[in-house]
């Protein structure tokens, strides 16, 4: 199974950037796209980002699209969130997501790590 930790929020004020990174272990099958979700208090849970495949493909909600920028280091099974020109409403807990499959059996699954916060605030 992979295990995923999530980390690098904080507290900003609007305009500031963060980066949050997704560490991903204990796996023994592809994993071929991470995703990052955001969960804001009393809202639903929001996907933001996505990375896949072998060339590093990626998109973003329109929310986002051109603030935040998604990139993965392969050799150390870490993908990154850049967040540029941060905003109040991109307070949220942020989340990452693997989507795997085993080829041996045809399954696939996607495993959630915790979240980190990020709080942006004057």
């Known amino acids: 199974d992979v295990q995923l930790q999530a980390s690098g929020g904080g507290s900003v004020q609007p305009g500031e950037s963060l980066r949050l990174s997704c560490a991903a272990s204990g796996f023994a099958v592809d994993v071929y796209a991470i995703g990052w979700y955001r969960q804001a208090p009393g809202k639903a849970r929001e996907g933001v980002a996505c990375?896949?495949?072998?060339?590093?493909?990626?998109g973003y909600s329109d929310s986002v699209k051109g603030r935040f920028t998604v990139s993965s280091d392969n050799a150390k099974n870490t993908v990154y969130l850049q967040m540029n020109t941060l905003k109040p409403e991109d307070t949220a807990v942020y989340y990452c997501?693997?989507?795997?499959?085993?080829?041996?059996?045809?399954?696939?699954?996607?495993?959630w790590g915790q979240g980190t916060q990020v709080t942006v605030s004057s």
């Open positions: 997501t693997a989507d795997t499959i085993d080829m041996t059996v045809m399954v696939v699954a996607r495993y």
């Open positions: 990375i896949w495949g072998r060339e590093g493909d990626s």
